[in-house]
């Protein structure tokens, strides 16, 4: 499968957010804890992507996707950079997800590594998530150089219902040097991209008083 990783503009997000809603609602029928019971209604997911969407055109995290040879979503990652006036330079990693059948080919792991460099451009260097005890996720994040500080048991639910715990990761990254161009992909408007063209240091003051809102968003 010839994939091609990028990031997207904040003009195209809703036309991405019916191949996301497909991923997500695949990835829940498999057995995946990512904040859905199942069975997941494809209406439902597509609230959850017009969302991100949103959050994407008002500049409040990174959408990334991974797409096949006919243009197809088969995966995704974000970046949450809406975070509080004192977190300038963290954001939050949410929904990585690759659809069953793009899975073991290296897709998630190429996704993590563009992430990092979405966040160096965004003047983002410490990264945290959280995932799902005993997963292929763990290992996954443990390749790309994440370190897991420790797990929360029965901090959420299996789609079937089963408790399960969280453990929680973080990543430092090395800023990126000045005028590094961004990763790739059109500029959001008025968003991340203008930002990125900045010192990392400047980039994160410009991101704040964004994050009032930011706890009510789709994580
Ligand atoms: C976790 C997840 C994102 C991994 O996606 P992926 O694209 O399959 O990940 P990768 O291909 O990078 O790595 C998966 C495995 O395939 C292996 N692999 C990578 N490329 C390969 C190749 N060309 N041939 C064979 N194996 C390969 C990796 O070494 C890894 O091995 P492991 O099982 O020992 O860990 C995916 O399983 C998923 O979407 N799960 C459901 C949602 C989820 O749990 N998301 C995480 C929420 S925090």
């Keep these: ?29 498999g057995g995946a804890s990512v904040g859905f019971m199942a069975p997941l209604p494809r209406e439902r997911a597509l609230a959850f992507w017009q969302g991100v969407a949103a959050g994407v055109a008002r500049g409040e995290r990174v ?33 990585m997800l690759v659809h069953r059948r793009a899975r073991r080919q290296g897709i998630a792991a190429r996704l993590l590594a563009a992430l990092d460099e979405a966040a160096r451009a965004e003047g983002r260097t410490v990264l945290v998530l959280d995932t799902v005890s005993g997963g292929d996720a763990e290992r996954l994040y443990a390749r790309a150089g994440w370190v897991r500080v420790g797990s929360v048991p029965r901090f959420a639910l299996m789609p079937d219902g089963t408790p399960c715990g969280t453990p929680f990761f973080y990543k430092h990254l090395a800023p990126a040097p000045r005028g590094a161009a ?19 240091s400047t980039a994160g003051r410009r991101g704040r008083g964004r994050h009032r809102s930011a706890r009510r968003r789709p994580r």
């Design 1 to 29: 499968m010839n994939i091609t990783i990028r990031r997207v503009g904040a003009s195209e997000a809703a036309a991405c957010v019916a191949g996301l809603a497909e991923v997500l609602v695949d990835c829940v029928e």
């Design 182 to 200: 961004r990763l790739s992909g059109p500029a959001p408007a008025g968003g991340p991209g203008r930002r990125s063209a900045a010192p990392a």
């Design 63 to 95: 959408l990334l996707v991974a797409e096949d040879e006919a243009g197809a979503v088969v995966g995704t990652v974000q970046l949450i950079t809406a975070l509080p006036d004192n977190q300038p330079h963290r954001a939050d990693v949410a929904k």
